[in-house]
Nanobody, 126 residues
Framework: QVQLVESGGELVQAGGSLRLSCVGSGRTLGGDAMAWFRQAPGKEREFVSGISWSGGKKVYAESVKGRFTISRDNAKNTVSLQMNSLKTEDTAVYYC???????????????????WGQGTQVTVSS
């Protein structure tokens, strides 16, 4: 059974930075594509960023491009999301997800992902 645990979410002022981390257990995730999604109250879960198994391919939503950076450390079974220049519209619960079927490219639909973390709250105040 794969478990993903996110951390790093907190209250931050607009313009600030946060670094989210996701640690996997129960399975080596080094062969899987990983992604971050987010869900704001009353909205659907949306793709934020994803990374291929090797880290060679990274994909970002247009809304975060240039501000967020995804990375992974397969030796530590972790994936991280560095978020800079945060905006109030970035406020959401952020989820880490693992795509066990595909590792070499990144899919952006939630249904493509097999395992999810419990989420970590990011709140950006104005």
């Amino acid at each position: 059974q794969v478990q993903l645990v996110e951390s790093g979410g907190e209250l931050v002022q607009a313009g600030g930075s946060l670094r989210l981390s996701c640690v996997g257990s129960g399975r080596t995730l080094g062969g899987d594509a990983m992604a971050w999604f987010r869900q704001a109250p009353g909205k659907e879960r949306e793709f934020v960023s994803g990374i291929s198994w090797s880290g060679g391919k990274k994909v970002y939503a247009e809304s975060v491009k240039g501000r967020f950076t995804i990375s992974r450390d397969n030796a530590k079974n972790t994936v991280s999301l560095q978020m800079n220049s945060l905006k109030t519209e970035d406020t959401a619960v952020y989820y880490c997800a693992a795509d066990l079927d595909v590792g070499f490219f990144v899919r952006s639909t939630p249904d493509s992902y097999d395992y999810w973390g419990q989420g970590t709250q990011v709140t950006v105040s104005s």
